[in-house]
T-cell receptor
Framework: GESVGLHLPTLSVQEGDNSIINCAYS??????FIWYKQESGKGPQFIID?????DKRQGQRVTVLLNKTVKHLSLQIAATQPGDSAVYFCAECGSGYALNFGKGTSLLVTP | EPEVTQTPSHQVTQMGQEVILRCVPI?????FYWYRQILGQKVEFLVS????????KSEIFDDQFSVERPDGSNFTLKIRSTKLEDSAMYFC?????????????FGNGTRLTVT
């Protein structure tokens, strides 16, 4: 069936470095993609979104890249800070109306 | 910044009992949702609600579940006759437009423990 998944379950980076979190999706009809951050004990927090008619979108310290050819989505975090430590989920919305979440990547920022 | 609020933060109930999870969505949002997350697993869609009716529901949302917007601010999820496998974090969310058009904003969840 259709799925959204993440390449790596955990990512460890040093403070100040850039982080890249990857996500693969299989539903070619997906046209809206969102990255969420989830800190321990909290709900998913919206970071950035992108539509399928775009291949790049930038926010504050974050950039989302979308490669529709290979069905790949990435989240880049510039100058990673300890407060960025969390689980990051990609989610897609396409053929149905429900948001489909990936399994999450745990980002650990070390000093 | 406006936020979605959920109560209680933790609910413990015995198997077979009914529970009601409560949510106050962001005030100008029109679409409301319930998702759940079993420990260590991904966030799963349960139901979406718009214009006072369910607009979509997943296979998980069977007859033991129901949702209601009893007044202009609250949005509730009722689980009748809870089962052990209902233990999970339940997240309420809301959005200005539908899920395919605007991001969902989530509350911090209610941790439901069924014993």
């Amino acid at each position: 069936g259709e799925s959204v998944g993440l390449h790596l379950p955990t990512l460890s980076v040093q403070e100040g470095d850039n982080s890249i979190i990857n996500c693969a999706y299989s539903n070619s009809a997906s046209d809206y993609f969102i990255w969420y951050k989830q800190e321990s004990g909290k709900g998913p927090q919206f970071i950035i979104d992108i539509r399928s008619n775009m291949d790049k979108r930038q926010g504050q310290r974050v950039t989302v890249l979308l490669n529709k050819t290979v069905k790949h989505l990435s989240l880049q975090i510039a100058a990673t800070q300890p407060g960025d430590s969390a689980v990051y989920f990609c989610a897609e919305c396409g053929s149905g109306y429900a948001l489909n979440f990936g399994k999450g990547t745990s980002l650990l920022v070390t000093p | 910044e406006p936020e979605v609020t959920q109560t209680p933060s933790h609910q413990v109930t015995q198997m077979g009992q009914e529970v009601i999870l409560r949510c106050v969505p962001i005030s100008n949002h029109l679409y409301f949702y319930w998702y759940r997350q079993i420990l260590g697993q991904k966030v799963e869609f349960l139901v979406s609600f718009y214009n006072n009716e369910i607009s979509e529901k997943s296979e998980i949302f069977d007859d033991q579940f129901s949702v209601e917007r009893p007044d202009g601010s609250n949005f509730t999820l009722k689980i009748r006759s809870t089962k052990l496998e209902d233990s999970a974090m339940y997240f309420c969310a809301s959005s200005e437009l539908g899920q395919a058009d605007s991001p969902l904003h989530f509350g911090n969840g209610t941790r439901l423990t069924v014993t």
